[in-house]
């Protein structure tokens, strides 16, 4: 089912995330978003964007494990590449987008999952007691140095070291100071705050946003940029390393509480 979108003010459009039950990141996901922001930028087109996972208690769970997993396994370069290229397309198409986005976090955000959240400008997060972590490192996923940008831009260099090289579970209180989360609210007000935070900024004054948060994002653009050849000439090769994909395997077995269904290397 595509993801819900309603107008819930003159000018602000709330999308629910619904491909599955925790918004695990799979290509199915990835084709969700893309196709919501595709008819953000037509049929909503004087509309800012407020992100949510719903009513559920997860925002995000981050890489669909089952799928992301088998695939590193496979050890092909080529497709693991093809499969980053695409993803990479798709947090930057949220981190770029030119007008107002919120991010409604009704739930626990991991991993990819906790980029999407911080792709968004501002973040609210309904008060109890939800877990944010960027646990990559810990269940053998090297951190994308595109991400890597992002992260600093979102939260600062400090905080994004801490969360991304050891990959911690932190408490909202911890998240909301080390500055993922800006704003806290009860959960029945959430979406409410969230609303009433992206109308701040109306259609006309759109241009004048999108030229002043290209500028302010400019900087780690050219990070990226720069990059970029890391992780085209590393990424795929740290996800299918043989210790990399034993890490999967331990961590899969944790996560899941049951064995593995690919082969690992000799």
């Known amino acids: 089912m595509p993801w819900k979108i309603e107008r819930k003010h003159d000018h602000v459009a709330v999308v ?6 925790v918004n695990a990141q799979n290509p199915a996901f990835f084709a969700d978003l893309h196709a ?24 995000s769970a981050g890489l669909d494990l089952d799928h992301h997993f088998a695939m590193f396994a496979r050890r092909s370069l080529r497709e693991i590449d093809d499969w980053f290229a695409a993803y990479r ?4 198409r949220l981190f770029t987008y030119s ?20 792709n968004c400008d501002y973040r609210i997060a309904m008060e109890g007691p939800l877990q944010f972590s960027l646990n990559e490192v810990p269940i053998g996923i090297p951190m994308p140095a595109v991400y890597c940008e992002i992260i600093k831009y979102a939260i600062g260099t400090q905080a994004a070291s801490e969360f991304t090289l050891f990959g911690q579970v932190y408490d909202l209180t911890a998240a909301s100071r080390m500055g993922v989360v800006q704003k806290t609210v009860p959960p029945e007000q959430l979406l409410d705050a969230a609303v009433a935070w992206a109308a701040h ?13 290209r500028a302010l994002q400019a900087t780690t653009m050219a990070a990226i940029d720069a990059a970029a050849r890391l992780d085209l000439d590393q990424l795929s090769r740290g996800m299918s390393d ?18 593995i269904t690919w082969p690992l290397p000799a």
């Open 16 to 21: 629910t995330m619904n491909t599955n039950e």
């Open 36 to 59: 919501a922001f595709d008819r953000l930028e037509t049929e909503f087109d004087d509309c800012a964007v407020v992100l949510t996972g719903g009513s559920g208690k997860v925002f």
């Open 242 to 259: 043989p210790k990399s994909l034993r890490a999967n395997a331990r961590r899969y077995r944790e996560l899941k509480g049951k064995e």
């Open 89 to 92: 397309a798709t947090n930057l």
């Open 201 to 213: 900024v109306t259609p006309d004054c759109y241009p004048a946003y999108s030229f002043s948060k």
């Open 99 to 118: 007008r107002p986005t919120v991010a409604a976090i009704n739930g626990h955000a991991y991993a990819g999952g906790f980029i999407t959240a911080i």
